[in-house]
């Protein structure tokens, strides 16, 4: 038995009028979510780069010894890293770090230990040379601070970008955090008493 259909629902089985708009309503999350993601990474990498410079623009401020009256060196640095990188960073949530040491080739390295069950790393009881006097061991040697005059100084800043494209946070980083580090060692300018 075959079954005829009105002539209203064959007319519409021949209509197309509404194919663009349902092909862009399969098709426009997909390219949303591409633009987010592609503007987030532009914003990162945006915000690496203020990183960067901000630090050698602090380093360039450390290296001279100047004192801002009513500010320590290194509170005015780390103004200089906010300002720099333009907001992109909350500063309460950044580490920063400045860390002095006795000559390039120290930097970065920990305390000397003896490695007693060869696992190539320190381990709580290993006897090590404890250089700073804390009576710790200590994976970098560095001492906190802005250094004096002709001393090498670290500058590292690091920070935990969350992502704001959900979606993309499956694929990029630590469940959507991406650990953005920049750093810059510098020789502190020679000056006299007077800058300190």
């Known amino acids: 038995m075959h079954i005829k259909c009105p002539r209203a629902f064959r007319r519409f089985g021949r209509d197309e009028q509404g194919s663009t708009l349902m092909e862009f309503a399969f098709g426009a999350p997909i390219l949303a979510t591409v633009m987010m993601a592609s503007m987030e990474f ?6 690496n780069t203020l990183m960067e410079s901000s630090l050698r623009e602090a380093a360039r401020f450390g290296i001279t010894g100047q004192q801002i009256t009513g500010k320590t060196r290194l509170e005015r640095i780390i103004e200089i890293i906010d300002q720099r ?9 950044a580490d ?9 080739s120290d930097v970065g390295r920990g305390e000397d230990y003896v490695d007693g069950n060869a696992n190539g790393q320190y381990d709580i009881g ?5 250089e700073n006097g804390n009576g710790a061991w200590d994976a970098d040697v560095g001492a906190s601070g802005s250094g004096e005059s002709g001393d090498i ?4 800043l690091k920070y935990d970008w969350r992502t704001l494209t959900p979606f993309a946070s499956h694929f990029i980083g630590d469940d ?5 580090t920049a750093s810059i060692v510098v020789r502190n300018e020679p000056w006299d008493g007077l800058n300190n």
């Open 42 to 47: 532009g914003i990162v990498m945006l915000t």
């Open 85 to 93: 990188t333009l907001g992109l960073i909350d500063m309460s949530e």
């Open 96 to 104: 920063v770090q400045i860390l002095v040491y006795p000559s390039f």
């Open 126 to 130: 290993e006897t090590f040379t404890d």
């Open 153 to 156: 100084v670290a500058y590292r």
């Open 176 to 180: 959507g955090v991406l650990h953005l």
